[in-house]
């Protein structure tokens, strides 16, 4: 409990705009002062194919095939309050059944504009807007739903995720380690209009141990973290809306008492060149690292193996490009992303694809009084 509120002074002591594969798939409207009482039928569901041709020596390839489905039922008790209940339910194609199958239960209030909180089921989708290296994209995938609380931020010049994940619940005399996430993504605007500046910041603390279990493993701390600049250049033209430059410091910490991890400290230096029209990204991208390693990042950028789990090399370095193209039909959003790593070190190239269809809907079913 004491790494807890550690972890949450830090959050709070803190204070994004990190495009991911997915942002927030539109819903049929945001709810208002006329849904108070109404219930909504939601559906969450994405069908994806998603492929890696790896031929690294740091991470194997493989494809992920199906689709996850999350209905609930969505009730609105006022204008800034609401609460939903379902399953997620994930389905990989080739696989008799469901992968994994969970309850979700959201329940969400807005203290002011641009002000919500969220317990029980969080919000995941545009990845907390964490860059790669820190937080895999694939994790809207699988395992896709985190449980805990979540402060939202989203005002003029400022914006910022605020979360804790608690993956593995203990009782006295358990056998395994008590775990959870904190995170914080956050950025705030220096100078707007055509021409904008921004500082983004984000970190990711993974924490394993607790007072009350009996297990023999040590407390384990380990953190990753992100700061820098970000620039964007409104070009006006249609062809070509805009281009932003962001060069971040990336760091990887074991804060454990017992080090055990194959570093206990790594930086790594991320620069990206993004080139945006309506539908289509192109994402240039420089990665340079030193002793790195991730908890929930792609594996690709760390200087550890995990397909042979050894150490190959302190140094990591990597010219990534992704294309990403994403049109919108109402509810439905339709992606294709193409990405590339090529690593000038070895001259070696790895190369993915992905093809997406997202739906976010509710529907209304009816409208109720609460009793009085």
């Given amino acids: 409990m004491r790494a807890l509120t550690g972890c949450l002074l830090l959050l709070m002591l803190s204070l994004n705009a990190f ?14 002062a006329a849904d108070t009482s109404s219930l909504f039928f939601s559906i969450d569901n994405a069908n994806f194919l998603k492929n890696n041709e790896y031929y690294n020596d740091y991470v194997a390839g493989y494809t992920r095939v199906g689709f996850f489905l999350e209905p609930s039922l969505t009730y609105i008790l006022s204008e800034r309050t609401s609460l939903s209940a379902g399953a997620h339910l994930l389905k990989f194609s080739g696989q ?72 593995k619940f203990i009782l006295p005399g358990d056998d395994f380690r008590e775990q959870f996430e904190a995170g914080f993504s956050g950025e705030v605007a220096l100078f707007g209009k055509g021409f904008s500046g921004s500082i983004p910041f984000q970190f990711l603390v993974e924490h394993q141990g607790g007072q009350i279990d009996q297990s023999d493993k040590p407390i384990s701390t380990l953190l990753n973290g992100a700061g820098g600049v970000s620039l964007k250049y409104r070009t006006g033209l249609r ?16 804060l454990s008492p017992r080090k055990l991890q194959p570093y206990s400290a790594g930086e790594a230096l991320y620069s990206s060149l993004m080139f945006s029209r309506k539908n289509l990204n192109l994402q240039l991208s420089y990665w340079r690292a030193q002793d790195f390693m991730s908890f929930t ?11 042979q789990a050894r150490r190959l090399s302190r140094n990591r370095e990597l010219i990534t490009g992704r294309l990403n193209y994403t049109r919108r039909y109402h509810q439905l959003r339709f992606t294709v992303n193409l990405d590339s790593f090529w690593d000038p070190v070895n001259n070696s190239m790895d190369f993915g ?10 529907i209304f079913l009816t409208n109720t009084k609460p009793r009085k």
Avoid: A
Avoid at 239 to 254: A, K
Avoid at 297 to 307: H, L, R
Avoid at 354 to 360: A, H, P
């Fill in 19 to 32: 495009p991911q594969h997915f942002q927030d798939t539109p819903r049929s409207k945001p709810f208002t």
């Fill in 96 to 167: 008799d059944g469901f992968h994994r199958v969970r309850p979700v239960f959201t329940l969400k209030h807005r203290f002011s504009e641009g002000l919500q909180l969220i317990m029980g089921s969080l919000r995941t989708c545009g990845h907390h807007h964490l860059i790669d290296p820190i937080y895999h994209f694939e994790n809207y995938l699988d395992p896709h739903v985190e449980n805990g609380l979540q402060l939202l931020l989203d005002r003029p010049g400022v914006r910022s995720d605020l979360w804790i994940n608690w993956k």
């Fill in 239 to 254: 062809w070509l809306r805009s281009i932003t430059f962001r060069n971040l410091m990336v760091v990887f910490r074991d």
């Fill in 297 to 307: 990042g792609n594996p690709i950028f760390q200087s550890y193996s995990v397909k």
């Fill in 353 to 362: 694809f992905g093809i997406y269809l997202l739906v976010n809907t509710d």
